[in-house]
């Protein structure tokens, strides 16, 4: 669609203005047309201002609740739209449905969740904030401050906190948070434990962000709640059940990624000889693990990272020599195939290669050459 048609268009427009008046239905159907059209064939972002347009004639006409379907039917389209196009719309309807509806309403809450996650995903960190306080303010009112409701809402509150280093305020939440759970859940319950491992993730993820005087204090919290939560799995499922081999890879994994290995070290080992004793010394389950330690060990200057780096060789050369191999990026995947090796954590072969020439350098270094 060219710029001459989009003129034409305009021109039409302002026809049916003089004829029905600029508040009319025939020009809001005419403004509507053409948002469709610039969305169909060129940048959705052209394309707002005309249809802004068009619901507020709507609006002017039958009233803020009306114009629901329409708005619903421009983010529903099936034609490419940035989130930058959508955004005004999806803040218009939620206040309309505020509006109509009451603001404290289970709908309301679901509205603000899913625009706050878009807004993490952004990193638009206060705007996910003010949304979520929003929606909590909704669940409590609804459900009670102590529900089972509120639990994930605080949760993604203390990482957001943690992340705008708003400390005090994690602080708060996270009081919150520990009181809603022993409240829904109980204090040994595996739902209980559920809640406390994204917890303890959160907490460690964020102490990266956190300045070297608190970083301590957060992954105190963080082993006492996935501490907590083992030992749950362990009377409950047994020492090596899927909960706790999930637990520990999803705190290791957390510990890995904000750069803290040598928290990680323990849980991974601890790992690794549950797999051990469930998959057997060989097992292509243990690849992820021993490459991260052996990586870890060589990356802290460790001699200790070439026995791993030995056999997480070895397992690797079994794995590609066998009939049909299976391998598992995740504990809880029992099935897998090849492409794991090029998935993760910076491609476990390229790892494997880069911790070699770690080894290397350190043997190097040990013989003085």
């Known amino acids: 669609?060219?710029?001459?048609?989009?003129?034409?268009?305009?021109?039409?427009?302002?026809?049916?203005?003089?004829?029905?008046?600029?508040?009319?239905?025939?020009?809001?159907?005419?403004?509507?047309?053409?948002?469709?059209?610039?969305?169909?064939?060129?940048?959705?972002?052209?394309?707002?201002?005309?249809?802004?347009?068009?619901?507020?004639?709507?609006?002017?006409?039958?009233?803020?609740?009306?114009?629901?379907?329409?708005?619903?039917?421009?983010?529903?389209?099936?034609?490419?739209?940035?989130?930058?196009?959508?955004?005004?719309?999806?803040?218009?309807?939620?206040?309309?449905?505020?509006?109509?509806?009451?603001?404290?309403?289970?709908?309301?809450?679901?509205?603000?969740?899913?625009?706050?996650?878009?807004?993490?995903?952004?990193?638009?960190?206060a705007d996910a904030r003010r949304l979520l306080e929003r929606s909590?303010?909704?669940?409590?009112?609804?459900?009670?401050?102590?529900?089972?409701?509120?639990?994930?809402?605080?949760?993604?509150l203390i990482d957001i906190c943690l992340r705008e280093r708003k400390r005090e305020q994690a602080d708060r939440y996270l009081e919150q948070h520990l009181d809603a759970m022993d409240a829904a859940f109980g204090e040994t319950t595996k739902e209980a434990a559920a809640a406390m491992v994204p917890l303890a993730v959160t907490l460690i993820s964020s102490s990266q962000f956190e300045r070297p005087r608190y970083e301590p204090e957060g992954i105190r919290r963080a082993r006492v709640l996935f501490e907590a939560a083992l030992t749950i799995y362990e009377e409950q499922s047994g020492p090596d059940s899927v909960e706790v081999q999930r637990t520990l890879e999803r705190i290791s994994r957390a510990c890995l990624e904000s750069g803290q290995f040598h928290h990680a070290a323990p849980l991974l080992k601890r790992l690794l000889s549950i797999c051990e004793r469930i998959y057997g010394d060989d097992a292509a389950a243990l690849l992820w693990i021993l490459s991260e330690l052996a990586h870890g060990y060589a990356d802290a200057g460790s001699m200790e990272a070439e026995p791993l780096l030995e056999r997480s060789h070895d397992v690797l050369r079994r794995f590609l020599d066998a009939g049909k191999p299976t391998v598992r990026q995740e504990i809880r995947d029992l099935a897998g195939d090849k492409q794991v090796l090029y998935r993760g954590r910076g491609n476990l072969v390229e790892r494997l290669v880069r911790t070699s020439e770690m080894v290397r350098g350190i043997t190097r270094k040990r013989w003085g050459a």
């Not at 939620?94 to 990193?123: H, K, P, V, W």
């Open 136 to 156: 909590l303010a909704i669940k409590e009112r609804l459900k009670g401050a102590h529900s089972a409701d509120v639990v994930p809402t605080l949760g993604t």
């Open 1 to 125: 669609m060219t710029s001459h048609m989009v003129d034409k268009h305009l021109v039409h427009i302002a026809g049916l203005e003089k004829k029905f008046g600029a508040a009319s239905e025939e020009v809001a159907v005419a403004l509507d047309t053409l948002a469709g059209l610039i969305c169909q064939y060129e940048e959705s972002e052209d394309a707002v201002p005309y249809f802004e347009r068009c619901l507020a004639i709507r609006e002017t006409l039958r009233g803020p609740a009306s114009i629901l379907p329409w708005i619903d039917g421009w983010l529903g389209q099936r034609h490419p739209m940035s989130f930058k196009a959508r955004e005004p719309f999806l803040l218009k309807r939620l206040d309309i449905m505020a509006s109509t509806q009451g603001e404290f309403d289970r709908r309301i809450s679901d509205q603000c969740d899913s625009l706050a996650s878009i807004y993490l995903n952004l990193n638009r960190l």
